[in-house]
């Protein structure tokens, strides 16, 4: 291994402690394959976003947007100053019809080229308390518990690594008798700087909740 890629694999390594300190959205695993999963995840309040262009464009402009939020280009809900938020984990994409469903995820396929992205919010704020965006592309709701079905995945998420993935979770689904709800989601745990073999990806998709799923509390 020559220098520049011992550099690159201390950097990342050193930057997994921080990164585990992260907080994540609370789940229950309702049943697990391999690398399939079926979750009930928590409510949760997001900051979203909707933008144009290929997947690759759609996030970089998507993440500056939301970024510049929880940085601090907002309006602290006490009404002085500003506040930053923490950031949290994972950032999630997905393709995004004309109209934005009033509360669960969108249940209709994609329109064009239009994406919604979407950080969650630390489960120490309430839709109350989160200061109130500057920018009007930046929207604050609140998603109440869902089902999803999951692959994990590692390495790059470029546009046919991400079909790929959902046609697998996809037919994991069908073979296991499970309905889609929803729109598949991208989403991403690290910062783009991790090595491609260290980053952890994932692709959802909403599933019809069944009588016996359990809903945990927010942290």
Do not use: C
């Not at 934005?100 to 919604?116: C, K, L, N, Q, Y």
């Not at 994991?172 to 499970?178: E, L, N, Q, S």
């Amino acid at each position: 291994m020559n220098r520049t890629a011992t550099l690159a694999l201390a950097a990342a390594l050193a930057a997994l402690p921080a990164m585990a300190a992260i907080e994540e959205p609370a789940f229950e695993t309702l049943k697990q394959s391999g690398d399939f999963e079926i979750r009930r995840y928590a409510p949760m309040i997001v900051a979203e976003t909707r933008v144009e262009g290929d997947l690759w464009d759609a996030s970089n402009d998507g993440f500056r947007v939301i970024a510049s939020y929880i940085f601090g280009n907002n309006v602290a809900a006490k009404g002085a100053g500003s506040e930053k938020v923490a950031m949290t984990a994972p950032v999630t994409v997905e393709a995004a019809p004309e109209k934005i469903a009033m509360t669960a995820p969108v249940t209709t396929e994609a329109e064009g080229s239009r994406f919604r992205m979407h950080f969650v919010m630390p489960s120490t704020f309430t839709l109350a308390t989160l200061p109130k965006p500057k920018d009007d592309r930046v929207k604050l709701r609140e998603i109440p518990a869902r089902t999803m079905a999951v692959v994990k995945f590692s390495g790059f998420t470029g546009e046919g690594k991400v079909k790929e993935k959902t046609d697998e979770l996809l037919a994991w689904m069908k073979a296991g008798g499970i309905e889609p709800a929803g729109a598949p989601q991208l989403t991403r745990y690290d910062p783009p700087w991790t090595l491609p073999f260290l980053r952890r990806n994932e692709v959802m998709i909403p599933v019809k909740a069944g009588p016996g799923d359990a809903s945990p509390a927010r942290r």
